[in-house]
């Protein structure tokens, strides 16, 4: 990290450790949880937020009703990922000093969810005013940042935060987070002991279990071919759904990510309002696949994938697998700084990446089918889709909001126009005589759950 910005550089890696939000999730990556709220309140116009009472920064700033505002003003006014967030937002309330009401000029059922998220962490407002939170985080969380032990770009050290508002939940007292860029030498630093946990490779998971550490794996992020021109290259469900039942994601699981992880029938995972049980997807069927080719003439498809260095066993895998139905896959591959920058500029057709996060069906039809999202860059219209989210904007009634979420997605399958979901699985090594106790949550990369950590040995 250049700087410890939680708007334009978050990285929750770290992050995670100074700051909270008013909400966060539990470990299935769906559940809401309360943590700096105490409750709230939802209906279509307003969330109304209560605080949880005694909270303090770590200047010994008050967390307050104002604190909440103050924050909430600096996302909608900072141009970054989630500014778009608070789009819905009319005007934040003090009501009092433990109560916000946030009044919305419309419908924003993705709003808790991403508050839940790094995006609306609370930064002391001290710390806002005078700058210094760039170069001294100062947050709620459980450890205060330590500069004096911290070495930038190598190391960065907390240190338990004795005023934090529940002592009960955390683990650790102390924590140090090390960046070593290449997987093996990081391996080399569990086993030699200048780290205790490690974020790793399949691979290298397997050697370390073999030579007695502890490995755990979760899945991080829904992958899955984002088709993001269908207007040209994917312009006819019927060769959608080919290319679909030809996809074969276990072969990636299984080649690329160390067998673990899951097939998905759709983008929403099982707990999300929206998720529909009677949507089967598109398993992989090379017979059908090629049958639907048939149907078409048999016709010549070729499109560029876009890619990257450490994607591109899938990526070989997708462009075998669609030579069998006669799809020709040119791969385009490029470091992940550079295929971050530029695979939805509407150069490349496909993809194959996660989209948005866990947060439910609306951010995954804002970011992927809303003819203003980052993953429709030809802004194409589906009036079905629309149709269906104006009718859950529209409900009231979580069961009615639910049953149009499950439209929506239900068109989206029926088209074909999102399938081959897999979980891109992630993994940790690390030395069980010194912690245990390590869980991840569901949707988020490369952070353990850091509180829960049970530190064995000193």
Known sequence: MDDWETLTKANSTYTSLIYEGLADMAADGVTLRPKLAASWKESPGKLEITLKPGVTFHDGTPFDAAAVVKNLERVRDTPSQWRGVLNPVEKFVVVSPTRVDIHLKRPA???????????????????????????????????????????????????????????????????????????DSLYNALRTGQVDIVWTSASIAKRAEREGMKTTWF??????????????????????????????????????????????TQRLRQGNVGYSPDVKGYPHDLAKAKALMAELGNPKVEFTLATFDSQRTIAELFKAQMAQIGVDVKLDIMTFGQFFSTFRSGKYPAA???????????????YHFAPTGAGNPLKTTFPAIESAVKEALAASDPAAQNAAWQKMIKVIDDEALDCGFFDYTAYWAYNPKRIGNVNSTVGDVAVFRYPEVKVLAP
């Open 109 to 183: 059922p993705n709003l808790l969810p991403n508050l839940a998220r790094r995006g609306a962490y609370m930064v002391s407002p001290k710390a806002l005013d005078d700058g210094s939170y760039k170069t001294h985080p100062v947050g709620t969380g459980p450890w205060k940042f330590e500069p004096k032990d911290s070495v930038k770009g190598l190391r960065t050290v907390v240190n338990w935060y004795d005023g934090y508002h529940d002592p009960k939940s955390v683990g650790p007292r102390r924590i140090e987070v090390t960046h070593i860029n290449d997987p």
């Open 219 to 264: 899945p991080s992020v829904l992958w899955h071919l984002q088709m993001m021109d269908t207007v040209n290259t994917f312009n006819s469900p019927k060769l959608r759904k080919a290319i679909c039942h030809a996809m074969n994601p276990q072969d990636y699981l299984d080649a690329a990510l160390g067998g673990n992880g899951k097939v998905h």
């Open 352 to 366: 194959i990446l996660t989209d948005s996060q866990d947060t439910g069906p609306y951010d995954y039809y804002l």
